[in-house]
Structure formats: structure tokens, C-alpha cells
């Protein structure tokens, strides 16, 4: 393996085999580091290279920039003079990239298969060749961190994050302001815990308001002990990072392609979380067999975040009352632009319920969500939800009917966004950026490869410019890549360290 490492003036030795040891696929073979020339006199990378044997390379910014990288940082670029030094120094050798960059702190470290050494997938009985093989671990090769908004970079039309285009509307922004302009008071939630009960016709005490959906994912690892607790992916990665950053064991539900529907889950599992629609596979699952998941002694967790781009709710299940352990996570961020206010909610058991917002501080969500809350479960806010679930119905069509040959939808997609397969995806995302274009790498999520694809669903014309840029870089292949052609202000990761 070949780690590219990128690291700040002073970083020790254990910052550094912290960082490496949190990204090493399983049974990795020889290491070795690689850098950029001015950082390979470090003191801390020399001695963390030599107390694990470890050759170290030093390489010219030169050398390095002439390398494209999946993940670019203008600022980086700027700096050193390559848009990501971790990348570039893993991939020089023309090895096939593993793990993306990931930060750790004041280290930077991306993982690559060392050209010189034999690949796996050339010993189709090696059991890491195979990703169903039943010796195969690979937790440790997706950064569960990873998300849509790291790729959706200014300059570039954005495919990547599946918030609505063109919110928050007008009159949510006036709710917003009005709420900003009432902020010197602490938030009070009463209003919007009444109107979020009302809206799915259940006890005020069944209510949790969180500060986004996602909040809730490390209350619950906060709050309970699991014994056997299992995540079904490929699904949204945050509540299995949530689950291992408070030290419990996660299982791994892998559903199979195409479908990706339901399959079996361990029977004794007492905590059990998916989504519905499922991000990133947009495939919605049937109600009732969701709901066949619950059982007495069990957390039944159902991430409903993009419930509502599904015209009329079909398999919700928020208004369940009769199921026990039953927990729905919601969130307003898809549908009415709000991921910057982070506002969410979850139904379920009083006692339940109550055991999270044991976790959380005083005031956790601000007075603008609260504002929102109640602005967005109105009557005439939800008619509007459904309206736009309406319009994305046709909207996705006009996406699939677009799409080139070549290009595969998997599943049947019921969500604001689509799965895609593409030979080479990795290279394809590459070009798309180039061109304009940013959309969500899949490999990130537990159960993917490096040849999926999330898009995001926009309008028809916007839709139809992606799939004709899709089909010349299909048409064309592979093309070494011009290192600074992106329009300017483009930065798809602020946080990569040199």
C-alpha cells in the first residue's frame, strides 16, 4: 500500500500513526509513506516511518500536481502548488486509489494500491478479491464521514447534495428572518413540539426536536447499550459512524443488487437502522415490511429523512403509534433548503423519547429551526411538500430518460436522487468536475463500489445538460486531466491540510 500523507510544520510521530493505522484496509501488505519533498524532512513523519520500518518518499510539488485527484482543494493548490497532497503522493505511482483523503487533525492521509505490488483482483481467490466473500472485512475502506457536501463546490452545478433547488422559498426566508430578529431570547420549543405532534397526530411526548436528523443517530449511541446492533446498507453512513465513535460493535446488513430490497436481519438484534427511502439507493421500501422489523426489546430506527419526496408518504411510518421500539427520524433540510439551519425531529415512545433528550443540552435546536418547524408542518407548507414530491416525480423521469447507454439506474429510484452505475466512475467524476459538474461518489457508502454514482434530480433542462456532458466523457474515455481547469473559486475541500 502506498499512503500519501499530508502534514502540518510539527506534527509528532503518533499523530501520524494514528492517522495511517485509522485508514489501513485489512491484511495490508507493505506500506510504505510518500509526501511532498518539503514535508519528508519532518521530524515526526521520519520517525513514524522508521519505528514502523516503513520506506519514505519525498516528491516534488512539480511531480505532484501533474497527478489529478479525486477530491481537490484550491486552498491546498495555492499553498504547496497541488490540490491535494495526501492524493497526489498515494496515486503518483499510478497505483488505483482506496481510500479517499480523510482528516485526521493535523494530518491528512489517502490510501493506494502500490503499483509495483500485485493487485488483488488479479487472484480471484483471495478473499479480499471478493466483497461478498464471508473473510472479508472491509469497514475500515469507507470513510463513513464522507458526504455529498464535500464535492458540491462553488463553480460547479450541483448534483452532489440532495437538497431542493430554489430553497428555501421566499416565504421561509421571511419566517427565518423574523425568527433571527427575535433571537435574544433563549429558543422556546413548545410551539414547535405541538405543531410537529399535530402534524403526524401523535402525544406532544413522543416528539424528539433535534438539531437536524442527524443529531439523533448520536443521542441514540449516547443513550443506549446496545447488545447486537445492526445498520442495513448501503444506507446513510452517519448512524453507524454515531454507533462506532461511542465505541459500540456494528453489523453490517448488506442488501443485494439491483433491488436492494429488505432482506433478513438477525433476529436477536436489539437495535436496528435503515432508511426509507433509502439514501443513497432511492429505492422505497414497503411499510409493511419495515414494520415486520419491530419487536418487543428492540430499537426499530427508520431514517425517514426524504419520506416527503414521495408523493402522499406512501410507506411512512410516522403516524405508528403500535409498534414497539419504534423510532422515525425526519428532517426538513431535503425539501425546504435548510441544511445549513441543521432541523430535524423523531417520533417515538414517550420513554424512548425521553431517554435521548436526556442527552442533549439545554436549548439544542435554535429559535430560526424551531420557527421552521412550525412554519413547515402547517397545512399549507405540507400541500406545498406535496406539490414539489408531484413535480420530482416527473423531473426524475425526464433525468432517466436522458441518461446515455452505458449508464446503468439501479433499482427503481423513489427519492430526489438516483443510484447510477458507470464503468470507470471514478474517472467519470473527475471529468464531470472538469466540466462543471459535481455528483456524489458511491463508493463511500458500505455495499458500493467505485462505479456508483448518486446524482441528485433537478429540472429537466439541467438534467439534460448533465446527460449530454455523461455522454461525451463516455464517448471519449479516459483523458489525462489539465490540473487547473475549473472555473475559479471551485474548492472541494476546505479542510486538507499540506
Same mark, same amino acid.
Given at each position: 500500500?502506498?499512503?500519501?500523507?499530508?502534514?502540518?510544520?510539527? @506534527?509528532?510521530?503518533?499523530?501520524?500513526?494514528?492517522?495511517?493505522?485509522?485508514?489501513?484496509?485489512?491484511?495490508?501488505?507493505?506500506?510504505?509513506?510518500?509526501?511532498?519533498?518539503?514535508?519528508?524532512?519532518?521530524?515526526?513523519?521520519?520517525?513514524?516511518?522508521?519505528?514502523?520500518?516503513?520506506?519514505?518518499?519525498?516528491?516534488?510539488?512539480?511531480?505532484?500536481?501533474?497527478?489529478?485527484?479525486?477530491?481537490?482543494?484550491?486552498?491546498?493548490?495555492?499553498?504547496?502548488?497541488? &490540490?491535494?497532497?495526501?492524493?497526489?503522493?498515494?496515486?503518483?505511482?499510478?497505483?488505483?486509489?482506496?481510500?479517499?483523503?480523510?482528516?485526521?487533525?493535523? @494530518?491528512?492521509?489517502?490510501?493506494?494500491?502500490? &503499483?509495483?505490488?500485485?493487485?488483488?483482483?488479479?487472484?480471484?481467490?483471495?478473499?479480499?478479491?471478493?466483497?461478498?466473500?464471508?473473510?472479508?472485512?472491509?469497514?475500515?475502506?469507507?470513510?463513513?464521514?464522507?458526504?455529498?457536501?464535500?464535492?458540491?463546490?462553488?463553480?460547479?452545478?450541483?448534483?452532489?447534495?440532495?437538497?431542493?433547488?430554489?430553497?428555501?422559498?421566499?416565504?421561509?426566508?421571511?419566517?427565518?428572518?423574523?425568527?433571527?430578529?427575535?433571537?435574544?431570547? *433563549?429558543?422556546?420549543?413548545?410551539?414547535?413540539?405541538?405543531?410537529?405532534?399535530?402534524?403526524?397526530?401523535?402525544?406532544?411526548?413522543?416528539?424528539?426536536?433535534?438539531?437536524?436528523?442527524?443529531?439523533?443517530?448520536?443521542?441514540?449511541?449516547?443513550?443506549?447499550?446496545?447488545?447486537?446492533?445492526?445498520?442495513?446498507?448501503?444506507?446513510?453512513?452517519?448512524?453507524?459512524? &454515531?454507533?462506532?465513535?461511542?465505541?459500540?460493535?456494528?453489523?453490517?446488513?448488506?442488501?443485494?443488487?439491483?433491488? *436492494?430490497?429488505?432482506?433478513?436481519?438477525?433476529?436477536?438484534?436489539?437495535? @436496528?437502522?435503515?432508511?426509507?427511502?433509502?439514501?443513497?439507493?432511492?429505492?422505497?421500501?414497503?411499510?409493511?415490511?419495515?414494520?415486520?422489523?419491530?419487536?418487543?426489546?428492540?430499537?426499530?430506527?427508520?431514517?425517514?429523512?426524504?419520506?416527503?419526496?414521495?408523493?402522499?408518504?406512501?410507506?411512512?411510518?410516522?403516524?405508528?403509534?403500535?409498534?414497539?421500539?419504534?423510532?422515525?427520524?425526519?428532517?426538513?433540510?431535503?425539501?425546504?433548503?435548510?441544511?445549513?439551519?441543521?432541523?430535524? *425531529?423523531?417520533?417515538?415512545?414517550?420513554?424512548?423519547?425521553?431517554?435521548?433528550?436526556?442527552?442533549?443540552?439545554?436549548?439544542?435546536?435554535?429559535?430560526?429551526?424551531?420557527?421552521?418547524?412550525?412554519?413547515?408542518?402547517?397545512?399549507?407548507?405540507?400541500?406545498?411538500?406535496?406539490?414539489?414530491?408531484?413535480?420530482?416525480?416527473?423531473?426524475?423521469?425526464?433525468?432517466?430518460?436522458?441518461?446515455?447507454?452505458?449508464?446503468?439506474?439501479?433499482?427503481?429510484?423513489?427519492?430526489?436522487?438516483?443510484?447510477?452505475?458507470?464503468?470507470?466512475?471514478?474517472?467519470?467524476?473527475?471529468?464531470?468536475?472538469?466540466?462543471?459538474?459535481?455528483?456524489?461518489?458511491?463508493?463511500?457508502?458500505?455495499?458500493?463500489?467505485?462505479?456508483?454514482?448518486?446524482?441528485?434530480?433537478?429540472?429537466?433542462?439541467?438534467?439534460?445538460?448533465?446527460?449530454?456532458?455523461?455522454?461525451?466523457?463516455?464517448?471519449?474515455?479516459?483523458?489525462?486531466?489539465?490540473?487547473?481547469?475549473?472555473?475559479?473559486?471551485?474548492?472541494?475541500?476546505?479542510?486538507?491540510?499540506?
Amino acid at each position: 500500500m502506498v499512503v500519501g500523507v499530508g502534514a502540518r510544520t510539527g @506534527v509528532r510521530a503518533e499523530e501520524v500513526l494514528a492517522a495511517v493505522d485509522a485508514v489501513l484496509p485489512p491484511r495490508s501488505g507493505p506500506v510504505r509513506l510518500a509526501t511532498l519533498d518539503t514535508r519528508a524532512a519532518e521530524p515526526g513523519l521520519r520517525e513514524a516511518a522508521a519505528s514502523r520500518g516503513w520506506p519514505l518518499s519525498g516528491h516534488p510539488a512539480a511531480a505532484l500536481v501533474t497527478v489529478p485527484v479525486p477530491t481537490p482543494s484550491d486552498r491546498v493548490a495555492a499553498a504547496v502548488g497541488t &490540490a491535494s497532497v495526501a492524493e497526489a503522493a498515494a496515486l503518483l505511482t499510478g497505483g488505483r486509489l482506496l481510500v479517499a483523503k480523510t482528516v485526521h487533525g493535523r @494530518v491528512t492521509v489517502a490510501v493506494a494500491e502500490d &503499483a509495483d505490488q500485485p493487485h488483488l483482483d488479479a487472484d480471484p481467490d483471495h478473499p479480499d478479491a471478493d466483497p461478498d466473500h464471508p473473510d472479508t472485512d472491509r469497514d475500515h475502506d469507507v470513510d463513513l464521514r464522507h458526504h455529498g457536501d464535500v464535492e458540491a463546490t462553488e463553480g460547479l452545478v450541483d448534483l452532489a447534495v440532495n437538497v431542493r433547488a430554489g430553497t428555501p422559498p421566499a416565504w421561509l426566508r421571511t419566517v427565518l428572518h423574523d425568527a433571527v430578529d427575535a433571537s435574544a431570547a *433563549y429558543p422556546d420549543p413548545r410551539a414547535a413540539r405541538a405543531a410537529v405532534a399535530a402534524a403526524h397526530g401523535r402525544p406532544e411526548a413522543e416528539v424528539l426536536l433535534t438539531a437536524g436528523a442527524a443529531e439523533t443517530f448520536t443521542l441514540l449511541a449516547r443513550a443506549l447499550r446496545p447488545r447486537r446492533a445492526v445498520v442495513v446498507h448501503p444506507s446513510f453512513t452517519e448512524p453507524e459512524a &454515531a454507533l462506532r465513535a461511542a465505541g459500540h460493535a456494528v453489523e453490517r446488513v448488506l442488501l443485494a443488487p439491483p433491488s *436492494y430490497r429488505l432482506g433478513d436481519v438477525p433476529t436477536d438484534a436489539d437495535l @436496528v437502522v435503515l432508511g426509507n427511502p433509502t439514501n443513497p439507493t432511492s429505492v422505497l421500501h414497503a411499510a409493511a415490511d419495515v414494520a415486520a422489523l419491530a419487536r418487543p426489546g428492540r430499537v426499530l430506527v427508520v431514517d425517514e429523512a426524504f419520506a416527503d419526496t414521495a408523493p402522499g408518504e406512501p410507506e411512512s411510518l410516522a403516524g405508528r403509534t403500535d409498534l414497539p421500539g419504534l423510532l422515525v427520524v425526519r428532517s426538513l433540510t431535503k425539501t425546504w433548503g435548510l441544511a445549513g439551519l441543521r432541523v430535524g *425531529y423523531a417520533l417515538g415512545p414517550a420513554d424512548l423519547v425521553a431517554a435521548l433528550a436526556a442527552q442533549q443540552p439545554h436549548w439544542p435546536v435554535s429559535a430560526p429551526a424551531l420557527a421552521a418547524l412550525v412554519a413547515c408542518t402547517t397545512p399549507a407548507a405540507r400541500a406545498e411538500a406535496e406539490a414539489a414530491a408531484v413535480a420530482l416525480e416527473a423531473d426524475r423521469a425526464a433525468l432517466l430518460a436522458a441518461l446515455p447507454p452505458g449508464v446503468e439506474v439501479v433499482g427503481t429510484p423513489r427519492a430526489s436522487f438516483v443510484l447510477l452505475r458507470v464503468p470507470g466512475a471514478a474517472r467519470v467524476r473527475a471529468q464531470l468536475r472538469d466540466r462543471g459538474w459535481a455528483v456524489r461518489r458511491g463508493d463511500t457508502f458500505p455495499g458500493l463500489s467505485a462505479d456508483h454514482l448518486r446524482v441528485a434530480v433537478r429540472d429537466p433542462d439541467t438534467s439534460r445538460a448533465f446527460a449530454t456532458a455523461l455522454a461525451e466523457i463516455l464517448v471519449t474515455g479516459p483523458q489525462r486531466r489539465d490540473p487547473h481547469p475549473r472555473p475559479p473559486g471551485t474548492a472541494p475541500t476546505p479542510d486538507e491540510t499540506s
